[in-house]
């Protein structure tokens, strides 16, 4: 069976990217962000060129890439059906600062990434936001001997497209071991 050209169905973490607009913190939801190098450790988010959160990250040359857990589903998802163009989004989330004093982390998302702007690289659809990772804050509630615990973490994720969100079930295998005795019949 074919399904055309269109996007295959995947599960993507889903993230909350933040930044400060006009002296306001704002709350954008992606699905489509990756991480892009380790040294320096950088990540890219995919914008729509009318994302409020976008104008915010050009002024400040700050952002945030939060991660949200299975209890900040709804407002996750509030976030992505609720622009700031529209509608102040500056209180759905308890926002500290760190040390660019200009990214807005939301508290309540159990690991919170400081970003700087590296570069944006404009597409005719979206733009491709790149920043470099200042630093992680991560909820210690949520890790075990020092080490960030996916279990605890319970990361939401998503099914794209515009399906479900899920979070972490069956652990498959570890990766980087399995594939070590694969042979190819
Ligand atoms: C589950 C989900 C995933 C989304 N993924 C993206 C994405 O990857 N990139 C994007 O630009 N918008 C995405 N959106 C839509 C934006 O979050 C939405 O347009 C939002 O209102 C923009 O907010 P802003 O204008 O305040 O920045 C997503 C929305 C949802 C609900």
Not at 138 to 153: A, C, F, Q, W
Request: proline content about 5%; glycine content about 10%.
């Amino acid at each position: 069976m074919t399904l055309g050209r269109t996007l295959p169905m995947m599960g993507l973490p889903v993230v909350v990217v933040g930044a400060k607009v006009q002296g306001k913190a704002n709350f954008c939801t992606v699905a489509w962000a990756t991480m892009i190098d380790d040294e320096p450790p950088k990540m890219a988010v995919v914008m729509g060129k009318d994302r409020r959160t976008k104008d915010g990250i050009l002024e400040n040359k700050t952002f945030s890439i939060n991660l949200p857990g299975a209890e900040q589903a709804a407002a996750a998802d509030h976030c992505g059906l609720v622009s700031g163009h529209k509608e102040d989004k500056s209180g759905v989330f308890d926002v500290f600062f760190g040390k660019t004093l200009t990214a807005p982390m939301a508290r309540e998302c159990p690991v919170n990434v400081e970003l700087t702007l590296d570069d944006i690289i404009e597409r005719e659809g979206t733009d491709i936001v790149i920043g470099e990772v200042e630093e992680v804050y991560v909820d210690e509630s949520r890790m075990t001997n020092g080490v960030p615990d996916i279990d605890k973490l319970q990361l939401l994720m998503y099914l794209s497209s515009g399906a479900l969100y899920f979070t972490k079930g069956r652990t498959v295998a570890e990766a980087f071991k399995v594939g070590k005795d694969f042979r190819p019949k």
